[in-house]
């Protein structure tokens, strides 16, 4: 079992104040053991409980004292502070070697934090055949690096008014030698758990910037801006500055042709270290989106970014019980911090229809064009400008 959050504590009252709290955590989950049980710290917040157990419902409810043994508050430097704890359950005969059954609580444990925490799961089979996929996965996302497999779709915003790009958003796919074109939703996850976000975030801005660099110099009539996805990691990275300045300085691109998307549930959650190294981009003449923009953030923090655009998914406003009223609440919102409006995911003609007719300004969608590889988002903008 792991105590959820304790890094905070750590962070915000000192590691003493941790130090006191590993203590008292210890003292409750011995309490409400029995005699026969053994409890171990084995690093940091992780604990171990061997029992021998005779009735199957035993684990469940061993489990479920040693959470509750962490409801009441604990007093740490004067504060209160709740805590809770992840766990996972791993059941097995004396014939089952040990480091197997801690490595399958381990990974019990680490999906009963993805589940939410504050709970424990018991192993299943399953989990170990997806832990040894993701694995592999990782492995051959760390090869793809090394050999060049990934590149970038382009899939552009238009101005409704007369469906002129605005912008094309770069869109990572993974050209794997065996399964073809693989799609972020197959390995951006396994990508942030192996801890290559920021690697593989830093390449992609390196590859927009210079898509920007070169459409900018064939059509500069047109200069295009290239938005870029960022991962919470690649936000929260403290080096992020300087990837980006080493990436303008690498290809030449103009900060001017380079937009940040960070998604609305990212920016909630970040820390302020990390809001405020995305406000210091606006000196270096960057701009950010908020992508899945829902109209939950503090309006404060809206002024005080260098917010260039809201990226509202049309399936958000087309699904509210009055799609009309909703968009015209979020039109007049932005337009009162003269912050433009894209409705993002317009799939089908009729929807497209709709969102002009509601007053919005820029779309993206299938319903205008698919994302694109360079050559053909190349050739199309040149037959969009008339070359």
Known sequence: MDLDRFKLVNDSLGHAAGDQLLVEASRRFQECLRSTDT?????????AVLAEVQDPADPARIAERLIEALRPPFLLNGEEVYMSASI????????????????????????????????????????????????HL??????????????????????????????????????????????????????????????????????????????????????????????ASQVQDPQLPDR???????????????RLEVSERVLASLPPEALHRLGRLGSLELGVHVDDFHNSLAPDLLQWLPIRALKVPWAVISTSPEPRQAAHRLLTGARDRRIPVVVKGVEDPQALEEVAAMGFEYAEGFAIARPMDPEAATAYLLGVNGR
């Not at 869109?171 to 290559?196: K, S, V, Y």
């Not at 300045?245 to 290809?251: E, I, K, L, S, V």
Request: charged share 25%; proline share 5%.
């Open 138 to 231: 990782e492995g051959e996302i760390r090869r793809a690096l090394e050999r060049g497999e990934f590149v970038l779709h382009y899939q552009p915003v238009v101005r409704l008014q007369d469906q002129v790009p605005v912008e094309m958003e770069a869109l990572i796919r993974w050209r794997h030698p065996r399964d073809g074109l693989r799609l972020p939703a197959e390995f951006l996850e396994a990508a942030e758990r192996a801890g290559l976000g920021p690697t593989l975030g830093a390449w992609v801005l390196g590859e927009a910037c210079r898509q920007a660099r070169a459409w900018a110099t064939r059509i500069p009539q047109s200069p295009v801006v290239v938005s870029v996805n960022l991962s």
């Open 88 to 135: 996972g359950v791993a059941v097995g005969d004396w014939t089952r070697r040990p480091e197997d059954l801690l490595r399958e609580a381990d990974t019990a444990m680490y999906r009963a934090k993805a589940a939410g925490r504050n709970r424990y799961q018991y192993f299943e089979e399953a989990m170990h055949l997806e832990a040894v996929r993701q694995l």
């Open 244 to 258: 980006l300045t080493a990436a303008f300085q690498t290809t030449g691109a103009s900060p001017r042709t380079l």
């Open 39 to 47: 409890l171990a710290r084995l690093a940091g917040d992780e604990f």
